[in-house]
């Protein structure tokens, strides 16, 4: 069985970039990561070090006591819509997005075989909700917020996908034409009993 990480390494884990798992150590930390499994070096330079998905699931797994006392303000999180205590909107919050969306293509190129960013890669598949939402935080569509006027992106039973919910049906179909810009598949679907429009979006593969 595989002995969990130190508690150095566990620190490098943690303080893994958000969205790309992009890591910062000691060359023998990355080092012991990649052997462990928990990190592989890109091939190209300048040969950074990324989280691999067992690495992903141990930085996830920390307990919510030892997360607690991070500021808010430092762990970037895509808005999803309809949030109870959404992030701030001031000025800053396009420079983040804008950020945090560069780093999703920079990750994309990275481990993608050919250095393609026109499809989702394996962060995003595992992150489906974040994913769809930076995409469309990333194109100027606005969160749902108290008022419920806005995108909303929700979880499903379905594997990989995610539903889409907009006030208006133009909204909904800009919000499927970004989606499929980013390089998702998206489709219009009624809910039966509310008779409710929305979007039924999931990662393309080719």
């Known amino acids: ?20 798992g992009r ?10 990561l990649v052997k462990r499994g928990l990190a592989f070096r890109h091939p190209r330079p300048p040969h950074d070090h990324f989280l691999t998905a067992a690495g992903h699931r141990i930085r996830e797994a920390v307990p919510e006591a ?18 109870e205590e ?4 001031g000025p800053a919050r396009p420079r983040e997005v804008h950020s945090a969306w560069q780093g999703l293509l920079e990750l994309r190129r990275m481990t ?32 749902a917020g108290p008022d419920g006027d806005g995108y909303r992106v ?8 995610v539903a889409v919910y907009a006030a208006e049906d133009e909204s909904l ?28 979006a999931s990662p393309r593969r080719v």
């Not at 989702?120 to 930076?134: D, G, I, K, S, Y």
């Open 66 to 83: 030892r997360q607690e006392p991070r500021p808010s303000t430092g762990v970037f999180a895509a808005r999803v819509g309809g949030e």
């Open 1 to 20: 069985m595989t002995r969990p990480p130190t508690a150095a390494q566990r620190r490098v884990i943690e303080a893994a970039d958000t969205v790309t």
């Open 154 to 161: 929700r979880a499903t039973p379905q594997p990989e996908a």
């Open 112 to 143: 993608d075989p050919g250095g393609a960013t026109d499809r989702p890669c394996a962060w995003e598949r595992t992150h489906l909700v974040q994913a769809a939402a930076l995409a469309l935080e990333a194109a100027g569509h606005r969160p």
């Open 23 to 32: 890591l910062h150590g000691t060359e023998s930390q990355l080092t012991a």
């Open 86 to 89: 959404a992030p701030a909107s």
């Open 173 to 200: 179909r800009s919000c499927a034409a970004t989606l499929e810009a980013a390089g998702w598949q998206a489709g219009e679907y009624t809910e039966p009993r509310t008779r409710v429009r929305y979007l039924l």
